[in-house]
Each structure stands twice: as structure tokens, then as C-alpha cells.
């Protein structure tokens, strides 16, 4: 599976921007899609998530209520909706795929296929 992520870019704190992720090649139901994100001098770390088959999300408690993850199983594309941004959001996005769903989804070794990042940039 190869991934590759589109769509950041510069926007006002209050704004929304949308970030997508065109995956190749087959995803199984058992997997699991997922948003990380990486701050300069900061960890890369996981901000949604969705499970292939049944479209379960989950989400970080700092984007919950503010980011929506979706995904197009037709077109193997996934979503990042990201409304009420805030410069604390401003980031590289990436978007990975675990070829099995596990509990341990936060873990960036969980996932065996990455994008290469997308830049959200949130001006104060």
C-alpha cells in the first residue's frame, strides 16, 4: 500500500481546512486508517482514526469534537476534516494504515504504511 497525503495548508485560528490521503493498492476490512501529526521539536503523534470495515473513528481528546476523520472505501481515499483550528494544531500531517485493527492504534509502530506528511500551518 502506498499512501499519499494532500490538502494542508495556511489558514486563520477559527478556520477549517481539509487534509486527504489517496491509499494504492488493497485495504482489507481488518485494517485501520489513521492521522498522525508532528509539531517541530515535538513527537509524532496520533490524532484519528477510522476502521476500515465498519467505519468506527477514534480520536485524540485535543481534536475530539473539532476533527473528523471519514473514509471512501470505493476510492481507498481518507479524510481529515479539521474545523475551529487552533496554532497549537499547526503541524506535518501524515496518514498511515495498519494492516490489523489492534487497541494499541496510538502507537506509531502499529502502523506499517505511511504518507509523506502534508504541512497545516494555523496563524494566531
Known amino acids: 500500500v502506498q499512501l499519499q497525503a494532500s490538502g494542508g495548508g495556511l489558514v486563520q485560528a477559527g478556520g477549517s481546512l481539509s487534509v486527504s490521503c489517496a491509499a494504492s493498492?488493497?485495504?482489507?476490512?481488518?485494517?485501520?486508517a489513521g492521522w498522525f501529526r508532528q509539531a517541530p521539536g515535538k513527537e509524532r503523534e496520533f490524532v484519528a482514526g477510522?476502521?476500515?470495515?465498519?467505519?468506527?473513528?477514534y480520536y485524540s481528546d485535543s481534536v475530539k469534537g473539532r476533527f473528523t476523520i471519514s473514509r471512501d472505501k470505493g476510492t481507498n481515499m481518507v479524510y481529515l476534516q479539521m474545523n475551529s483550528l487552533k496554532p497549537e494544531d499547526t503541524a506535518v500531517y501524515f496518514c498511515?494504515?495498519?494492516?490489523?485493527?489492534?487497541?494499541?492504534?496510538?502507537?506509531?509502530?502499529?502502523?506499517?504504511?505511511w504518507g509523506q506528511g502534508t504541512q497545516v500551518t494555523v496563524s494566531s
Open positions: 477510522i476502521r476500515w470495515g465498519n467505519g468506527l473513528t
Open positions: 493498492g488493497r485495504i482489507f476490512s481488518s485494517s485501520f
Open positions: 498511515a494504515v495498519d494492516r490489523n485493527y489492534s487497541e494499541s492504534y496510538l502507537l506509531r509502530s502499529e502502523y506499517e504504511y
